[in-house]
């Protein structure tokens, strides 16, 4: 709960408290923007993550979809003003790897159950997601990412992301084996034209044929090429770093492992400083020493964390499909039946922000990049994930014990995450 949340006298009459037509009832003293014109307000929070700097205790002044200016101690303004007393603001969280939410896939290619799983991680903070598509027949991929390239142009997506098909069978994780195949390079163009420019990464084995020259192209539409369910070894790793990849697709998971004789590829995309890496803090998928050992590594500015997040995520365990695959989720993991492979995760953004601030005793104003200005700086995007002027006003807003207080999306605040605990 907000018990802290209070409003100055300085509201203006446009933001009366309370229920908004067409919109959820408020707690008395929180102000909606939600349905009605934005309006423009300064939010003054004990501590304020941009994440570059924190200011504490520091504010933000929001102007339409926009910040305005960032500061620190009491601003001088007068315009209307909200105090987030115990709260901290940071930016809205930037989740590059993410399939569905809310018994919704991606790789469903359905446009409306697309919309509702972004809506799910946008209540959970998540005010940036790009849609992760899992292998399918060719036919079936280029339809998905047709119909979602039109919610990347809506702005309801920050982009698509091709998981497969061109991955290591050794690797597969929870995607179909049978449906694998090596990158042809007429296969990869076709992908990336149905795109538009809205594939935003993708994630390949390099030792398959035709591997390396994937990567070229991938890189030369402008997307991210990343390294993942590979069986690639060091040297093979490095050559796709020096053909233009410059993402590990989630660290550890779906690779060989370190070791000291056959350091593998998390060794060579952890050392290089043109990689970022990604990691998912699930408290499954990788041990928490493991965790630290690769934010170490990485240094602050290269490890980004995901949510790898299934249909499954807020909609309890039970039976889901991820691409062709049925998997089995059991007290919140995700595995295919047989293999017992873990088939993504079914956390948010922000439980796998807060699992990881507390299981690696890491201060959240680092964390806090790894989910907002590192997966932004993927992205190639300055706009979000950082609370600058001139950036979209989204920010996320969590309690001392880091629970969601509220979620402001383009300046408006997303009424389903009001008091959430
Ligand atoms: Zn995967
Ligand atoms: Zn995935």
Redesign the pocket.
Same mark, same amino acid.
């Given at each position: 709960m907000v018990t802290g949340m209070t409003g100055d006298a300085t509201g203006s009459p446009g933001e009366a408290p309370g229920t908004v037509a067409g919109g959820p009832t408020l707690p008395e003293g929180r102000e909606s923007t939600e349905g009605v014109e934005r309006t423009e307000i300064v939010l003054v929070a004990d501590t304020v993550l941009t994440p570059d700097t924190v200011l504490a205790p520091g504010w933000v002044h929001v102007a339409g979809d926009r910040v305005r200016a960032t500061g620190t101690g009491t601003p001088a303004s007068h315009l209307p003003r909200r105090t987030l007393t115990g709260h901290t603001i940071l930016p809205g969280l930037v989740d590059v790897h993410c399939h569905g939410g809310g018994g919704s896939s991606y790789t469903d290619g359905d446009s409306d159950g697309a919309a509702a799983a972004a809506g799910v991680h946008r209540a959970h903070g998540t005010t940036s997601t790009v849609a992760s598509l899992v292998t399918a027949p060719l036919d079936e991929l280029e339809r998905a990412v047709r119909a979602l390239a039109e919610l990347v142009d809506d702005g309801l997506l920050a982009g698509i992301h091709l998981?497969g098909p061109w991955l290591s069978a050794s690797h597969c /994780?929870a995607h179909d084996p049978a449906l694998l195949r090596p990158p042809r390079a007429d296969e990869v163009e076709r992908l990336l034209a149905a795109g538009r420019g809205t594939i935003t990464m993708v994630t390949l084995a390099p030792e398959l044929a035709g591997g390396l020259d994937a990567i070229r192209r991938v890189t030369g539409h402008g997307a991210v090429a990343a390294v /993942?369910?590979t069986d690639a070894d060091y040297d093979t790793t490095r050559a796709a770093i020096d053909a233009g990849a410059t993402v590990g697709?989630?660290l550890f998971n /779906?690779m060989p492992g370190m070791h000291h004789r056959e350091p593998g590829p998390a060794a060579a995309l952890l050392e290089d400083e043109r990689c970022r890496v990604e990691l998912i803090a699930d408290g499954h998928h990788v041990h928490g020493a493991m965790l630290r050992q690769a934010m170490r590594l990485a240094g602050q500015e290269r490890y980004l964390l995901i949510s790898?997040a299934i249909a499954a995520t807020a909609a309890g365990d039970g039976r889901y499909r991820v691409g062709g695959l049925e998997v089995i989720v059991r007290d919140g993991q995700a595995r295919v039946p047989g293999t017992g492979s873990l088939a993504g995760s079914t956390v948010t953004l922000h439980e796998a922000l807060r699992r990881v601030t507390r299981a690696t005793a890491t201060p959240l104003a680092e964390t806090a990049s790894a989910a907002t200005r590192t997966p932004a700086a993927v992205l190639g995007r300055t706009d979000i994930g950082t609370l600058a002027p001139g950036c979209l006003a989204d920010l996320l807003v969590l309690d001392s014990s880091l629970d969601i207080a509220a979620v402001m999306h383009r300046g408006r605040w997303v009424p389903a995450a009001w008091g959430r605990t």
């Open positions: 998981e /994780g /993942g369910h697709t989630h /779906g790898d």
